[in-house]
């Protein structure tokens, strides 16, 4: 009796132990790894990071579902501007008035260029990047456009934007405008964007427009006297100083809602992203901040 008594204390100890085990082996396998990151929710419609460095994909949300571009369009408009064979950046580009005509009839964001101004080809660049101007936008599309009327030429200029995203094999991207006011045709996904930006940034003029925080640049006045321009990014994980910041661009609208394109490097890796049809310029600010946290933490 005393035996069997022990026999079955030993068998009901061996069955806490083993179910211990098991518990204890569910946990291990069961539960995240130590160090892994949690994927971040955005409040964007769309979003995607890669590694720059070696094109790895890092975060996918929607990240081949077409929306609005807005302004984010602007990264390809420079792109284009900067692959012009024999490229002047010095070469100046008188303001039209139809360049501001246009700002008021859309109430555009605008580099407030002046009617008869004289600003050189690398200034339209700062103009167009860094307070967005829409302005800024038309005087480059109707400098490298081809025609013989200013309609002609911006025609030309946005099947130059086209002809560039089906070279970066970008299926999922259209443009119908030089600056992301469309007419229902001007779409792209965070990936497609991504690529665009990836390429863009390989020109060092680029590199170095996306990334400044702000400029005074001199211009000549049609008067032959001068003026400075003012311009400040709208970037703002730039301008609040999030670590390794490096640009890209913002962008907004009704259909578009808050969009940003960004990258950062950090340890000698270099993350970019986009974020399209968030809910605010916080929301958006802070959708970028959280996927790139997430990257570098990857």
């Not at 061996?14 to 990151?37: E, Q, S």
């Not at 100083?241 to 640009?247: D, L, V």
């Not at 808050?258 to 950062?264: K, R």
Request: with cysteine.
């Amino acid at each position: 009796m005393i035996t069997g008594i022990k026999g079955t204390r030993f068998r009901r100890a061996a069955a806490v132990t083993l179910t211990t085990g098991a518990v204890l082996a569910a946990g291990a396998f069961g539960a995240a790894p130590a160090g892994a990151v949690a994927t971040p929710t955005i409040a964007a419609k769309g979003g995607f990071v890669m590694n720059n460095g070696t094109a790895a994909t890092l975060y996918t949300k929607a990240a081949d579902t077409k929306l609005s571009t807005g302004s984010t369009t602007k990264i390809m408009t420079a792109k284009v501007v900067l692959a012009q064979p024999n490229l002047n950046l010095d070469a100046k580009v008188t303001v039209a008035k139809a360049y501001s005509d246009y700002i008021v009839a859309n109430t555009a964001s605008s580099a407030h260029l002046i009617v008869g101004d004289k600003v050189t080809v690398r200034q339209l660049l700062y103009g167009l990047m860094l307070p967005s101007g829409c302005d800024a936008a038309y005087a480059l599309a109707d400098k490298f456009g081809s025609g013989t009327t200013r309609a002609a030429r911006v025609k030309s200029f946005i099947g130059k934007m086209n002809a560039a995203a089906t070279s970066l094999h970008l299926t999922n991207t259209h443009f119908d405008s030089f600056d992301g006011i469309g007419n229902g045709n001007n779409w792209s996904t965070p990936r497609d964007l991504t690529k665009i930006a990836s390429s863009a940034m390989k020109n060092s003029t680029f590199k170095t427009v996306v990334k400044t925080v702000s400029t005074k640049q001199k211009v000549t006045t049609a008067s032959g006297g001068y003026r400075y321009y003012t311009w400040e990014n709208t970037n703002k994980p730039l301008l609040t100083g999030y670590s390794g910041t490096i640009g890209v661009k913002t962008g907004s609208g009704p259909e578009a809602k808050y969009c940003l394109v960004f990258a950062a490097t950090r340890n000698g890796k270099t993350v970019i992203g986009t974020v399209l049809a968030s809910t605010s310029i916080s929301a958006r600010t802070s959708d970028a901040t959280k996927l790139m946290n997430y990257a570098f933490a990857r």
